[in-house]
T-cell receptor
Framework: GQNIDQPTEMTATEGAIVQINCTYQ??????LFWYQQHAGEAPTFLSY??LDGLEEKGRFSSFLSRSKGYSYLLLKELQMKDSASYLC??????????WGAGTKLIIKP | GAVVSQHPSRVICKSGTSVKIECRSL??????MFWYRQFPKKSLMLMAT?????????EQGVEKDKFLINHASLTLSTLTVTSAHPEDSSFYIC?????????????????FGPGTRLTVL
């Protein structure tokens, strides 16, 4: 079957760095996405990785290792507004997105 | 990224009525749109894939006669919840697939509408 695993909840301090991991087992791979979802709102697109390596975009970076079925989202200089759920999703061979359950990130002052 | 709108953002209706939710891609053409449902503190659940000009593909367990989907144009898909009941109360979110030809983002990304919160009394 297809499976996306990510931690249920993480806590970090304002100004610090946090890494949210995602491991996956899917039938085929056409890219991995990270989305941010604030409570009561729809997800917003953060990043996309299809090749191995690190993609940096401002305070957020995303890493992919296809051989390990592993990705992480790195958030630097954490701000209170970064408190949200972070969803990992993999596009399988049918170009369908397989969603993780999301990681709720709690930022403390 | 690309912009997707969804209307209405919130609706409260009586049991037995039908509710129509619209999803529009505002600055790109979307041959494929997706309808999701999300319960509190749960992940997104894909209900159906909507393809322009053809019938929607429903996920297992989703009643196609209850959740009617129409994708009549490249920028509009609608979801109609027929004879709504309290158990249909949920957060409904649409997304539109952008193949990236506009250069706005990576190839084949889903952009989400803001969601519709449906409450059935």
């Amino acid at each position: 079957g297809q499976n996306i695993d990510q931690p249920t909840e993480m806590t970090a301090t304002e100004g610090a760095i946090v890494q949210i991991n995602c491991t996956y087992q899917t039938s085929g791979f056409n890219g991995l996405f990270w989305y941010q979802q604030h409570a009561g709102e729809a997800p917003t697109f953060l990043s996309y990785n299809v090749l191995d390596g690190l993609e940096e975009k401002g305070r957020f970076s995303s890493f992919l290792s296809r051989s390990k079925g592993y990705s992480y989202l790195l958030l630097k200089e954490l701000q209170m507004k970064d408190s949200a759920s972070y969803l990992c999703a993999v596009m399988d061979s049918n170009y369908q997105l397989i969603w993780g359950a999301g990681t709720k990130l709690i930022i403390k002052p | 990224g690309a912009v997707v709108s969804q209307h209405p953002s919130r609706v409260i209706c009586k049991s037995g009525t039908s509710v129509k939710i619209e999803c529009r891609s505002l600055d790109f053409q979307a041959t494929t749109m997706f309808w999701y449902r999300q319960f509190p503190k749960k992940s997104l659940m894909l209900m159906a894939t909507s393809n322009e000009g053809s019938k929607a593909t429903y996920e297992q367990g989703v009643e196609k006669d209850k959740f009617l989907i129409n994708h009549a144009s490249l920028t509009l898909s609608t979801l109609t919840v027929t004879s709504a009941h309290p158990e249909d109360s949920s957060f409904y979110i649409c997304s539109a697939r952008d193949w990236g030809t506009s250069g706005r983002g990576p190839t084949d990304t889903q952009y989400f509408g803001p969601g519709t919160r449906l409450t059935v009394l």
